[in-house]
């Protein structure tokens, strides 16, 4: 027992300091263990050493318990005779070639590289600066086509080897817990998506029709369509600006073809030609209007009676004159100014001139 390193090192070593031996394989039980001694006893009297054995079962059972997820593995190694991590395994992983205690006790104090575990000797291939092992290290490697994830970090006891402690998982153990996260984030977008599609169709309904009815409004006015149509009904404030503006442009142009030929407004709708200060010479026929004894009928005719006479008067020659393609320019008094020509070329404007004559007396013979 004197010759033993259990022994030797406490009986040598300082009082009440605990000392661990290297692995080694039990005496009495045949089993890998270590040994933690201690030497006791007051001074001057005598001392004495007391030992403890730790199996090595025990940290593999320990260590076989430790979750590192569906497929991780974690071990325990000894320190190399350099004093790195390249020593004997002392915590079996919790793989499958270790199942039985018989493979278990086989597999204790090997190395890795004499175990059939690739994958952890992978991850010890990986280097790392000395300095970094002594605080958690986590690190990506491959093994077999897949990215796996190690940690490796050693341990030192006072009075004792330093013990190198490792994981490694395959990055797929933590991506499986995000599957159902990433479904249900897949079912939140698409739900997202279609309560946006039905929020964009009913803002679609909402704005668009009203601006298709303004639309709608715009075509029916560059076509000389001038009647009344109903307002477009919508809450949003530029809409009903624009509304009102179109109206207003309706109600122009509505009072300027009555005055002036459909075909020429369409004419100078399309040609869009701006007013201009000047003019072109042209030869015209030119017409104007009077009627014989209007002095006297007036004095005879009350206001309203009279504003009723000439409104009906100037409706029915105007429409007249507009059919046969005049342009009224203006009324003075009772008279009613037109000419044929213009701004349309016109070049049986004579002619269309005294048509209109003629349609304006038998009108008034209707009357």
């Given amino acids: 027992i004197r010759d033993r390193p259990w022994y030797a090192q406490a009986a040598e070593g300082e009082r009440g300091q605990v000392y661990w031996t290297a692995p080694y394989t039990f005496f009495s039980s045949g089993e890998p263990g270590i040994t933690a001694s201690i030497r006791v006893g007051a001074k001057g ?38 004093g790195g991590e390249g020593g004997r395994i002392l915590g079996l992983p919790n793989h499958p070639a270790f199942a039985t205690e018989e493979t278990r006790r086989a597999g204790m104090l090997r190395r890795i590289d004499e175990l059939d575990l690739p994958v952890i000797q992978s991850a010890l291939n990986r280097e790392i600066e000395p300095e970094d092992l002594a605080k958690p290290i986590s690190f990506p490697f491959e093994h077999d086509g897949e990215t796996w994830w190690g940690t490796r970090r050693k341990f030192v006891v006072e009075g004792a080897p330093a013990l190198y402690l490792g994981v490694v998982t395959p990055e797929s153990d933590f991506l499986q817990d995000m599957t159902p996260l990433r479904l249900q984030i897949a079912l939140l977008t698409l739900i997202a998506m279609a309560g946006a599609t039905l929020v964009a169709g009913w803002l679609a309904r909402k704005y668009s029709r009203p601006v298709m009815d303004l639309v709608n409004k715009s075509d029916r006015i560059r076509q000389l369509d001038l009647d009344p149509q109903p307002a477009a009904r919508t809450n949003v404030k530029e809409l009903r600006a624009l509304d009102r503006a179109q109206e207003g442009m309706r109600k122009a142009l509505d009072s300027f073809a009555r005055y002036v030929p459909t ?28 009627i014989v004894g209007f002095t006297g009928v007036a004095e005879g005719l009350s206001a309203e009676a009279l504003t009723l006479h000439m409104s009906e008067y100037f409706e029915a020659m105007v429409e007249e004159l507009r059919d046969a393609g005049a342009t009224v320019d203006k009324f003075v ?15 049986e404007h004579a002619t269309h001139g005294l048509e209109a004559i003629l349609r304006c007396q038998q009108r008034l013979a209707q009357k």
Avoid at 51 to 80: E, K, M
């Fill in 263 to 290: 075909e020429v407004v369409k004419d100078l709708l399309v040609r869009g030609e701006a007013a201009e200060i000047g003019g072109r010479e042209r030869t015209l026929t030119i017409l104007f209007t009077d």
């Fill in 45 to 82: 009297s005598p001392s004495f050493v007391l030992s403890f054995d730790v199996r090595l079962s025990a940290i593999t059972d320990f260590v076989r318990r430790l979750d590192a997820g569906p497929h991780g593995l974690v071990f325990v190694l000894s320190t190399g005779e350099d």
């Fill in 333 to 347: 008094g009772d008279a009613i100014v037109a000419f044929w020509g213009a701004p349309t070329e016109d070049a």
